[in-house]
């Protein structure tokens, strides 16, 4: 009699989860090729076929459907033992799924993730960034990093990382010609590198005073979503961005940019490592953790 292996039942529903053959194969680190020959090793087995396909989508058959529900409970309890004896280990090993933001991900990248990965070499790290929030529990992630007012109630958080604020800048031969800004109106009458964000609207820029906020539609020659793109276009004199002070720091102190209307941008909330609450966590998870917060007792001092 045939016998399907763990990695074949898994397959079919990390691709039922994430809805494609792309995605479940990055989440179980193998190739699209791979997971089909799996998903079709199974099919042949089971004398059925389980799963529609297209060229753009994929959906389960009514016996697709019926194998699902009947596997997934099974599959879980087989992950959950198998999580809970890897919880013994001594040695942290193994594979940390972390998701976050790109410019979280940029701030907690040296003095958290590469410094995890020095520590503990065994542990294999694979951080995702991505602008949309996510459930890091359905998503199958072990951790995620986002700011304390973004952190689901429901899980742990461990605050990261130095004080953040957003910073304003230009380049002094932007600066030459043109008045500096004062007061965030003053921005409308400059040409601004515009920010848009995942879900496709354009970004309002913040800024907060003595209790008074407000939020500008800035307007300029080109709109980017992605700070690394935003920082070269303002180097170059093309506009004013608008940018987390961390990115550009190091172009301020030397000079590169010029950080304006500082008074306007106050602290903002930190950067938070949350997590659920496991009663079996494995090694690495554990030493994960125990590094976020010497991180965090050294960022009080």
């Given at each position: 009699?045939s016998r399907?292996?763990?990695i074949?039942?898994?397959?079919?529903l990390?691709?039922?989860?994430?809805?494609?053959f792309?995605?479940a194969?990055v989440d179980l680190?193998m190739s699209?090729?791979?997971l089909s020959?799996?998903?079709?090793?199974l099919?042949?087995?089971l004398?059925?076929?389980l799963?529609n396909?297209?060229?753009?989508?994929?959906?389960?058959?009514d016996?697709?459907r019926?194998?699902?529900?009947?596997?997934?409970?099974?599959?879980?309890?087989?992950?959950?033992a198998?999580?809970?004896a890897?919880?013994?280990?001594?040695?942290p090993?193994?594979?940390?799924r972390?998701?976050?933001?790109?410019?979280a991900?940029?701030e907690i990248?040296?003095?958290?993730?590469?410094?995890?990965i020095r520590?503990y070499?065994?542990v294999?790290?694979?951080?995702?960034t991505e602008?949309?929030?996510?459930?890091v529990?359905?998503?199958?992630?072990d951790?995620g990093i986002r700011t304390a007012?973004l952190?689901?109630?429901?899980?742990i958080a461990i605050?990261?990382?130095?004080?953040?604020?957003?910073?304003?800048v230009?380049?002094?031969?932007y600066l030459?010609?043109r008045e500096?800004?004062q007061?965030?109106h003053?921005?409308l009458?400059?040409?601004?590198?515009r920010?848009?964000l995942?879900?496709?609207?354009p970004?309002?820029w913040?800024?907060?005073?003595?209790g008074?906020?407000m939020q500008?539609?800035?307007?300029?020659?080109?709109t980017?979503?992605?700070?690394?793109?935003?920082r070269i276009?303002?180097l170059?004199?093309?506009g004013?961005?608008?940018?987390m002070?961390a990115d550009?720091?190091?172009?301020?102190a030397?000079?590169r940019l010029?950080?304006?209307l500082?008074?306007?941008?106050p602290?903002l909330a930190?950067?938070?490592l949350y997590?659920?609450?496991?009663?079996?966590?494995?090694a690495a998870?554990?030493a994960f953790?125990d590094?976020a917060?010497?991180i965090?007792?050294?960022?009080?001092r």
């Open positions: 009699m399907s292996g763990l074949e039942l898994e397959a079919i990390a691709i039922v989860h994430r809805g494609s792309r995605a194969a680190g699209t090729t791979a020959n799996a998903v079709g090793k099919e042949q087995q004398g059925v076929r799963l396909r297209t060229t753009r989508s994929v959906s389960l058959t016996a697709g019926t194998f699902v529900g009947q596997i997934a409970p099974a599959v879980q309890s087989i992950q959950d198998m999580n809970t890897r919880s013994q280990q001594s040695t090993s193994g594979i940390l972390i998701n976050s933001f790109a410019t991900a940029r990248l040296s003095p958290l993730v590469l410094e995890f520590r070499p065994q294999h790290i694979d951080l995702v602008g949309r929030l996510v459930d529990v359905a998503e199958g992630f951790f007012d952190i689901p109630s429901d899980t605050p990261i990382g130095a004080p953040r604020r957003f910073s304003v230009a380049s002094p031969a030459e010609k500096t800004p007061v965030p003053d921005l009458a400059h040409a601004c590198i920010v848009r995942p879900n496709g609207a970004y309002r913040h800024f907060a005073k003595n008074e906020s500008i539609d800035v307007q300029g020659p080109i980017l979503d992605e700070a690394s793109l935003s276009a303002a170059d004199g093309v004013i961005g608008f940018f002070e550009v720091r190091d172009d301020v030397s000079g010029v950080q304006m500082e008074d306007w941008t602290p930190p950067l938070c997590y659920p609450s496991r009663r079996h966590s494995s998870f554990k953790i590094l917060r010497e965090a007792a050294v960022t009080r």
